[in-house]
């Protein structure tokens, strides 16, 4: 999505699973001026993240003097959690797997083309008289 360059340093994974806190950092330009704090989630589609999970990574946030962040998931979050990050003085942007999958194909990360398909249309052009 452009962040940090393309440099290798423009991201760096922090956590692990089941750590409570950031999965990673991800310069917001090369010099590394400004930082979006990264949680993710990888859930069952019936699954949601909620507000406490989000309360968490705001925690976090809080902790690291951190001022955005983005939570993403493969799944969904409730409607406490959307109503939550409305009203904090961080930027939290929450990601759910259907904007995961937009995000992934628009930017080409994680996919491959499995089949192109190509449209013909007539050329007009073709069929009139120049003098």
């Not at 998931?73 to 409730?78: A, E, K």
């Not at 003085?89 to 995000?103: F, K």
């Not at 491959?112 to 008289?129: A, M, P």
Request: hydrophobic share 35%.
């Amino acid at each position: 999505m452009g962040y940090g360059g393309s440099h290798k340093d423009a991201a760096k994974q922090l956590g692990r699973t089941g750590d409570g806190g950031v999965d990673g950092v991800i310069n917001e330009d090369r010099l590394g001026l400004d930082r979006v704090y990264v949680q993710a989630k990888r859930y069952r589609p019936d699954i949601v993240v909620g507000r406490p999970d989000v309360q968490g990574f705001i925690g976090s946030l809080v902790g690291l003097g951190a001022t955005k962040g983005v939570f993403v998931t493969t799944s969904g979050f409730s409607r406490q959690a959307t109503d939550f990050v409305r009203h904090l003085p961080q930027r939290v942007i929450l990601v759910d797997g259907p904007t995961l999958a937009d995000l992934m194909i628009e930017h080409q990360v994680g996919i491959r083309i499995s089949q192109t398909i190509e449209f013909k249309r007539l050329d007009e052009d073709f069929f009139t008289e120049e003098q």
